[in-house]
């Protein structure tokens, strides 16, 4: 008997095959192939399938786009402004330099970024806290640094309100944190080292 | 909130003109977008190790870096595999982050056993999902209904929505399942 077809093999998959198609399976390690081939595919589709999105996941992707997309900057969001830094003089009341903690106010959130110890290659680890005294407003969600170029760095925020990110290269980026609806940015957070010139 | 599940296979605009439609500010697109490509996000990060939980997570991350980066997409018909890509790198984040002492090793992830030998690769997968957008409505439709959906809905149930007859269903399922295989084909060879 001659290979079997793709139709063959796809009625075989479905246990719709005629008898001698299943014999030559048997002893053809080719025709194997090309069947376990389509049952991974269709297995994929499977999983894919079982793993379609529910409301709440498409509202929170649509949320990120109303706030984050092109074009959306009049959508409501709050953008986090200083209010207070540990630094003698906060130049231009700008971001974070080492040793010293920012304090920003976004909404009914506070947001304080320090940077802490040093990493490996001249980076730094950012560690930041999200408070809030609005009982009915949880905590939780993933604060997000970006900078211009290079790698977005994420973190999840703990029920605290903690996070940590590890390695972050000194630089300018912008902050982003996002809980369920709510998004805060911050805008110009600078990260510098102790041993800058 | 209800936890309705969307339909996954019901559009086949092109990946490139989606792009396009969520750089210029389609919510809808985007919505669109993410029906398509969302469960091949959470499929890459399940076969990585992540948990259901750690899944949605991995998505909301996925997006957040395509909405920073979409901008920087090169090659618009290489959405799929851009975002297959993106999603491992956040699922191993996620693991490494969480569970440290897993030390996972990019290719010796956590796997589910039935993959253990024949892991179908991240890009494969977005390779399959990429081809069953392009094909037509109706097929997508016919295969979810007879092949994905668990369990299947019968030939008569299908044969009745569709308007055909319940012989020629058999057929056409076949039909639909060729097309797929070079449309598979097809993507494999432009190295997408
Ligand atoms: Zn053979």
């Avoid at chain 1, 529910?54 to 953008?79: N, S, T």
């Avoid at chain 1, 630094?87 to 320090?114: H, K, Q």
């Avoid at chain 1, 994420?154 to 309100?161: A, E, K, N, Y």
């Avoid at chain 2, 997508?140 to 044969?159: F, G, H, I, N, T």
Wanted: a negative charge.
């Amino acid at each position: 008997m001659d290979h079997l077809t793709e139709a063959h093999i796809i009625d075989l998959i479905e246990g719709e095959g005629p008898s001698e198609a299943e014999a030559h399976l048997a002893e053809c390690s080719q025709c194997r192939s090309a069947q376990r081939l389509w049952q991974e595919r269709i297995e994929s589709l499977r999983e894919m399938s079982r793993e379609s999105l529910d409301d709440a996941e498409l509202h929170r992707l649509r949320v990120l786009y109303r706030q984050l997309g092109p074009g959306k900057d009049q959508a409501p969001r709050w953008i986090a402004r200083l209010v207070r830094s540990s630094a003698a003089a906060p130049a231009a009341a700008r971001g974070v330099a080492s040793g010293e903690i920012m304090e920003y106010s976004a909404g009914p959130y506070t947001l304080m970024l320090r940077v802490g110890a040093q990493g490996s290659r001249s980076t730094v680890s950012v560690i930041g806290q999200i408070a809030t005294n609005d009982r009915d407003r949880g905590i939780g969600g993933t604060f997000a640094l970006t900078p211009p170029n290079g790698r977005v760095r994420l973190s999840d925020v703990d029920q605290f309100g903690e996070f940590n990110l590890p390695e972050v290269a000194p630089g300018s980026y912008r902050g982003t944190w996002w809980f369920g609806d709510q998004i805060m940015v911050v805008h110009d957070v600078e990260i510098g080292t102790d041993d800058e010139p | 909130m209800s936890h309705r599940r969307h339909d996954w296979t019901v559009d086949r605009q092109l990946d490139q003109e989606l792009v396009k439609a969520c750089r210029r500010g389609d919510e809808e697109a985007w919505v669109v977008l993410w029906r398509r490509y969302g469960p091949l996000v959470k499929s890459v990060s399940r076969r990585i190790g992540c948990d259901s939980e750690e899944a949605r997570d991995v998505l909301q991350r996925v997006a957040l870096v395509a909405l920073e980066k979409l901008d920087s997409l090169r090659d618009p018909k290489k959405l799929a595999p851009w975002l297959a890509g993106i999603a491992r790198f956040q699922s191993f984040e996620i693991i490494r982050e969480r569970r440290p002492a897993a030390l996972l090793q990019e290719d010796t992830a956590v796997s589910n056993p039935r993959y253990d030998d024949e892991m179908v690769r991240t890009e494969d997968l977005a390779r399959l999902r990429q081809a069953f957008a392009q094909l037509e409505e109706r097929c997508q439709r016919l295969l979810q209904r007879l092949m994905l959906k668990e369990p299947p809905d019968s030939y008569q149930d299908v044969a009745r929505d569709e308007n055909l007859s319940a012989t020629s269903i058999g057929p056409i399922r076949l039909r639909c399942m060729k097309r797929l295989g070079k449309l598979i084909e097809k993507l494999s060879r432009s190295g997408s």
